[in-house]
């Protein structure tokens, strides 16, 4: 890898993680926003016309918004576990391009899953009540939207196992090649190295 590579390499992971750091704490802003205005006086009163209070409402407002943050930074995360696990290790030997593949497309569909997650949990409070007798519906429309996630989530792990598998077997051979070296070279009365 020549250094113009590094450096490109260098500022694409900066701009990645600053970027993804940047929505991260967006996002948490925007919940610790939800938590001040819930302690408002009368948001735990009821919408006119609506069976849903405005602390349930403002909560779906940001659970969408959190959501939708998550959801846009899904692919940035995947990036970055590509970046993080593509690095050569202390040995330096790169892992295996389908371990790093297959681990970025973890990280994005559990980060996937999450956003689902939240939009379940946040848009609740308005929709359960909506839905009254129907609130079965609520509960099996969000079952399928996350099994979308679940299933590529599966997948992914799944086509992973090989590769990393493989992986630990050549460590382990390599650590015990390298013991067995030592041991005869020593009953030999030579150094690994070849000097005796």
């Keep these: 890898m020549s250094s113009n590579d590094s450096a490109i390499g260098a500022a694409l992971d900066r701009d990645t993680v600053r ?9 948490l802003a925007i919940v610790g926003v939800l938590a001040v205005v819930t302690l408002l006086p009368g948001v735990d009163r009821l919408v006119p016309f609506a069976p849903a209070t405005f602390a349930a409402v403002a909560t779906a407002v940001v659970a969408l918004a959190v959501a939708g943050t ?21 040995e330096g030997d790169a892992r295996s391009d389908r371990i790093v593949e297959n681990g970025g497309g973890i990280v994005h569909w559990l980060v996937v899953f999450g956003a689902v997650l939240v939009a379940y949990r946040g848009l609740a409070g308005v929709a359960v009540p909506v839905l009254d007798g129907a609130a079965w519906a609520y509960d099996a429309g969000f079952l399928f939207v996350a099994l979308v996630p679940v299933v590529f989530l599966v997948a992914r792990l799944t086509v992973t196992v ?4 493989e992986l630990v077997a050549d460590r382990v051979a390599d650590e015990g090649s390298d013991g067995d070296t030592a041991e005869a070279a020593e ?10």
Excluded at 19 to 27: M, V
Excluded at 162 to 165: F, I, K, R, V, Y
Excluded at 187 to 196: Q, S, Y
């Design 70 to 90: 998550l959801l846009y930074a899904a692919p940035k995360f995947a990036l970055l576990t590509r970046l993080a696990l593509g690095e050569p290790d202390a």
């Design 187 to 196: 009953t030999d009365g030579a150094t690994p190295d070849g000097d005796g």
């Design 162 to 165: 090989d590769p990393l598998a």
């Design 19 to 27: 970027s993804t750091s940047r929505l991260l704490i967006g996002a």
